[in-house]
């Protein structure tokens, strides 16, 4: 089914991982405008959905998942993570429950996995797990008023379908590694909205008449980057944990009973380090060139006395996850580094045979300290 938003004048499709929908319109930075303003809706058709209904719902999701969502309201938007038993990241959902049906909007290539899953642990619990993929779609924006310009919400309980991203304020019940003064993600106000697939050609029809304006795929990365927000698709790879991407703040409720890899949540956090760090990057610009996801960041290692003529060792630290060209901040990237790479060292970012110097902004601090102090333990035989 070809997505509507493509028929909109100007409509450039993406590359990458939103392949598919619009990347922009042929003006990126006026996008990104219109969108921090809270002018313009993206579209998001590329997103899955997958459905839980029945009466044990909240409390089975809650069995499993990082967030607690037992008592989740009619209307209430939640984080949730599904991680494996060691605490890698498999599944992220933005969750929505109607009273009769929790939605978790979910990467469009996560649907079909996650309701598998989900599938095979219903034992004799009075749930049904569905993907509803193909019946609904995703408009995303900074605002509401955007969205109700575009197209009124689904509510098929009555209640709208409105994810609201607790990013900015936080999960009650998380641990924040970044400082929150002068943290961008005040300005973050995301929402998702879930609507009829059919309805995409009503919203793509209120952009070409002018109720409201479109930003691509693009714009939308580009303030998502700024705000230090991480993605399942561009910021996890099979070996993230939460803490490494300061996913403790949205998506994990730490004081809720067990659910799967729980034990290497508390144990990262109580007594040690996040093996890995993300960290925003300035990049310098002067070549034209944007690294690219999966792009290897080096720091030069230069001996106390370096024979004549030798160069500097190169060490890879770290990737990019994502990049983008921002309106104010010019070319910037959020990128996961080796826990010990100090945080004032200047990085080169190896991309298309150019070195790219790039400038940290830490958002897991290297020195991110244990949530606790662990008493320490006299040795046996000492005497105080």
């Known amino acids: 089914m070809s997505d509507p938003f493509l028929s909109v004048p100007g409509a450039v499709v993406a590359e990458g991982v939103d392949a598919g929908v619009p990347g922009h319109y042929g003006e ?15 579209d998001l058709g590329g997103r899955g959905i997958v459905t839980v209904s029945g009466p044990d719902r909240l409390s089975w999701l809650h069995s499993m998942a990082s967030q607690a969502l037992d008592r989740l309201a009619p209307g209430g938007s939640a984080e949730a993570l599904f991680l494996d038993a060691n605490g890698h990241i498999e599944h992220v959902a933005h969750v929505i ?53 575009a197209v009124a919400a689904a509510a098929p309980a009555g209640v709208a379908l409105d994810w609201h991203d607790p990013w900015a304020a936080g999960s009650p019940g998380g641990h ?13 106000t995301w929402v998702e909205r879930i609507v009829p697939r059919t309805a995409l050609e009503d919203a793509a029809a209120a952009v070409a008449a002018g109720r409201v304006a479109a930003a691509g795929s693009l714009a939308a990365e580009a303030l998502r980057i700024a705000a230090w927000r991480p993605r399942r698709a561009t910021e996890v790879d099979e070996k993230a944990i939460p ?25 990262v956090l109580n007594l040690g380090r996040p093996p890995r760090r993300l960290v925003l990057l300035h990049l310098d610009g002067s070549d034209t060139v944007l690294p690219a996801a999966g792009d290897e960041i080096v720091a030069l290692k230069v001996r106390p006395e370096p024979a004549e003529g030798e160069q500097p060792e190169r060490r890879v630290v770290g990737r990019i996850t994502s990049s983008a060209m ?59």
């Open 28 to 42: 990126p930075m006026r996008e990104q405008r219109a969108l921090e303003r809270g002018t313009a809706v993206v």
């Open 326 to 384: 921002h309106y104010e901040l010019g070319p910037i990237a959020l990128a996961v580094v080796k826990r010990a790479v100090p945080a004032e060292l200047e990085l080169i970012v190896e991309s298309h045979g150019i070195d790219v110097a790039a400038a940290q902004v830490e958002i897991v601090p290297a020195d991110a300290r244990s949530a606790v102090d662990v008493p320490r333990l006299p040795r046996l035989g000492v005497r105080p």
């Open 97 to 149: 429950d109607d009273g009769e049906r929790s939605w978790l909007i979910v990467e469009g290539d996560e649907a079909a996995a996650l309701a598998a899953l989900l599938d095979r642990m219903r034992f004799m619990l009075r749930v049904e797990v569905a993907d509803v993929s193909a019946e609904f779609a995703v408009l995303g924006a900074l605002s509401t008023e955007a969205l109700d310009a």
């Open 176 to 188: 924040r590694y970044a400082p929150e003064a002068g943290h961008p993600a005040a300005s973050w």
């Open 243 to 267: 803490h490494e991407l300061d996913w403790l703040r949205s998506a994990v409720d730490l004081g809720k009973g067990c659910y799967k890899g729980q034990e290497t949540v508390a144990k």
